[in-house]
């Protein structure tokens, strides 16, 4: 497996592995194929990076900026994090979040925030936080990882594209 940044040619696997990957998700909006589009044309994709197998792209990480009402600076959106369903299970999503998360903290990111599954992001070091809001998520489903400096407090926003629909 080979976890590389994103190329034009990327694209079309991008958006079709995101769609797949997200299909059956109980409480997916089925846009995250846009979101990552929309981060893309505001220039706000900071971390776009693919696993390839075989020559095949197989998966994808995005991470943008958020903004958070503390005031602190720095601080980046985890997502989508997408892996083509047939090869689910076998470390492609790891592997993308801890490359994403290297890349990030070589930008001078002093944390990440994601909405998702405790379970499965606990094993980078993200946790629920009372600290941080996001109107609308489940406080167990917001998660943190501060990277350096001080951990953030208070309402989290992220960037427009994550209101895309198409």
């Known amino acids: 497996m080979i976890i590389r940044t ?5 694209l079309p696997a991008i958006a079709l592995i995101t769609q797949a990957a997200f299909a059956t ?15 893309r044309a505001a220039g706000a994709l900071r971390v776009s990076l693919v696993a390839e197998v075989d020559g095949q792209v197989v998966g994808h990480v995005a991470f943008s900026p958020v903004t958070l009402s503390d005031g602190s600076a720095d601080w980046y959106g985890v997502g989508p994090l997408a892996v083509s369903p047939e090869v689910q299970n076998r470390g492609i ?3 993308l979040m801890h490359a994403g998360l290297a890349a990030v903290r070589k930008l001078g990111g002093q944390g990440c925030v994601l909405v998702g599954d405790p379970a499965f992001y606990a094993r980078f070091g993200f ?20 990277l350096a400096g001080e951990d953030a407090r208070g309402r989290v926003t992220f960037h427009p594209a994550f ?4």
């Open 25 to 39: 998700e109980p409480h997916s909006r089925h846009t995250e194929q846009f979101i990552i589009a929309a981060l």
């Open 163 to 166: 209101a895309a629909e198409a």
């Open 6 to 10: 994103e190329r034009e040619t990327d």
């Open 127 to 146: 946790r629920a936080t009372p600290a941080l809001t996001l109107d609308g998520v489940p406080p167990e489903n917001l998660l943190a990882l501060t």
């Open 93 to 95: 999503g790891t592997a």
